[in-house]
């Protein structure tokens, strides 16, 4: 599995990189599909970045990146009508999942709503990658794992949870998400969490 936080600092050490992951993650929020009037390539690249992220980079990093991005098959151009359409390919979706979940935190709440999220799992052996993956991911987001596929959080999680199911590929049956008015060990969790 990758290691996230190798990714991270590589990406904003290298604003090539960084002009990458806005394109396709802009993309992806934007749905994947962004039509322009048909100007210069580099007007193009850095156009869609100023929409997408309000921000500006240099021109001609911007059409580097946009066009590697394209001959990698992560982005898919279409002239049409006089204008360009730009979309994610197969591979670019999966591409923006992974920046995506790289990039996940739970947003500590001014006051707890005073209800438990937890997330049960049963993941077949064959999946083993994807549920130690899983794990990682979990202990990242600072849950406390009650019991070897039970894990708890205090705080609203319910559309991360939801993008490491999507992006893992769980179904119903392999992972549950659960909110909970009470838990038995609750004070101790309350204790490890912070939350009164």
Request: charged share 30%; hydrophobic share 40%.
């Amino acid at each position: 599995m990758y290691d996230s936080s190798v990714k991270h600092k590589y990406y904003f050490k290298n604003p090539k990189s960084e002009i990458a992951k806005d394109i396709i993650l802009g993309l992806a929020l934007a749905g994947s599909i962004i039509a322009f009037g048909m100007v210069s390539p580099y007007s193009t690249a850095s156009s869609l970045l100023k929409v997408l992220k309000n921000r500006s980079y240099n021109k001609k990093n911007c059409y580097n990146v946009f066009y590697r991005l394209k001959r990698q098959g992560y982005i898919a151009t279409k002239r049409h009508n006089h204008q360009i359409y730009i979309s994610l390919t197969t591979e670019g979706k999966k591409k923006a999942g992974r920046f995506q979940i790289d990039s996940l935190s739970i947003a500590k709440p001014k006051r707890w709503d005073r209800k438990w999220r937890i997330v049960i799992f049963d993941i077949a052996d064959k999946k083993r990658i994807k549920r130690e993956a899983l794990r990682g991911f979990l202990k990242r987001l600072q849950f406390c794992q009650l019991q070897k596929s039970v894990w708890v959080h205090p705080f609203d999680c319910q559309d991360e949870v939801r993008l490491l199911v999507d992006f893992f590929g769980f179904t119903n049956k392999e992972l549950q998400f659960i909110v909970a008015d009470t838990i038995d060990s609750q004070e101790k969790l309350k204790d490890y969490f912070k939350v009164f």
